[in-house]
């Protein structure tokens, strides 16, 4: 049996200077250009599994065929409507967060809970269910495209413990303050 309690919830992002996750319409492919697997190995290293949002899966089912792989265990889907052929590697979710986070966090197996996705983290941080925030600064300025966090997400106090350059990336890490 696993133990959730020890691993963390943490928010995982790419970020443009700018403040952008995604590029206008989503668009992520930005992101491969500064950043691989190899880049923070510990990070993956680290992870048990993943709860992401259904617009963000769907833009990494996109984004499949341009060799971009990611290995962060289990695979967790939270949506209000599972697509009508799953996907047999990963699991469709339609309860509410906290029992998403709970039964991912199950899966992780100690390791930690990747949470991707612009709203999937707006309600993990809003309900207090995130103890870090990890972010990918890149070197490039998008002007336009998904911020990192919606505007009506309320003020959360952050922590800073880390940060780590590898090449023209920068690895932030944040405590959310409870």
Not at 125 to 149: A, N
Request: proline fraction near 6%.
């Amino acid at each position: 049996m696993s133990d959730a309690s020890t691993g963390k919830v943490v928010v995982n992002r790419a970020m443009s200077l700018d403040g952008f996750i995604a590029g206008p319409d989503h668009a992520m492919d930005w992101i491969f250009e500064y950043l691989t697997a190899e880049t923070f190995p510990e990070v993956m290293t680290a992870t048990g599994a993943m709860l992401v949002g259904r617009g963000t899966y769907e833009v990494a089912k996109r984004m499949a065929d341009q060799d971009a792989p990611y290995e962060g265990g289990a695979q967790f889907v939270l949506t209000h409507e599972p697509p009508e052929k799953p996907d047999p590697s990963v699991t469709f979710l339609t309860c509410d967060v906290e029992e998403a986070v709970a039964t991912a966090r199950s899966a992780a197996g100690g390791k930690n809970l990747e949470i991707l996705g612009a709203d999937v983290a707006a309600q993990c941080l809003q309900r207090g269910l995130v103890d870090e925030i990890l972010v990918y600064v890149l070197p490039v300025l998008l002007g336009d495209g998904v911020r990192f966090t919606p505007p009506s997400l309320d003020r959360i106090d952050l922590e800073p413990f880390s940060n780590t350059q590898s090449g023209a990336v920068t690895m932030l890490r944040f405590r959310v303050r409870k």
